[in-house]
């Protein structure tokens, strides 16, 4: 599945399934074909989607002093970083919330 974020106050951010799933959960969203983030629900979103991203980062450099202390080197990442697919549906979400229009996908 792909998801399609809309919102009147900006241009549209696609995600692939398995990412915007990932998102949506952290949110504290089911992953569902159709849904919405409401106005006021935003800062939340933000924050957890900030949050996770300060985890995950905290979890690769926590993986990297490892990996050094035994001498070995952890393989580059693979793929784009929570923080890269995040970051357009929380610029999204920070317009949506100063414009009050919500934020809709699979409508």
């Known amino acids: 599945m792909i998801y399609k974020f809309k919102s009147n106050a900006s241009g549209d951010v696609i995600m692939?399934?398995?990412n915007g799933d990932e998102v949506l959960r952290v949110i504290g969203?089911?992953?569902a074909p159709k849904g919405i983030i409401e106005p006021q629900a935003m800062p939340a979103a933000i924050q957890a989607?900030?949050?996770a991203v300060a985890a995950d980062e905290a979890q690769r450099k926590q993986d990297e002093a490892e990996a050094a202390a035994e001498?070995?080197?952890?393989?580059?990442r693979d793929g784009v970083s929570l923080q890269q697919r995040a970051w357009p549906l929380v610029d999204m979400m920070k317009r949506a919330h100063a414009a009050d229009k919500e934020i809709v996908w699979g409508v």
Do not use: L, N, T
Request: aromatic share 0%.
């Open 16 to 18: 692939m399934g398995p």
């Open 29 to 31: 969203k089911s992953p």
């Open 71 to 76: 001498g070995r080197q952890i393989s580059a």
């Open 49 to 51: 989607i900030e949050q």
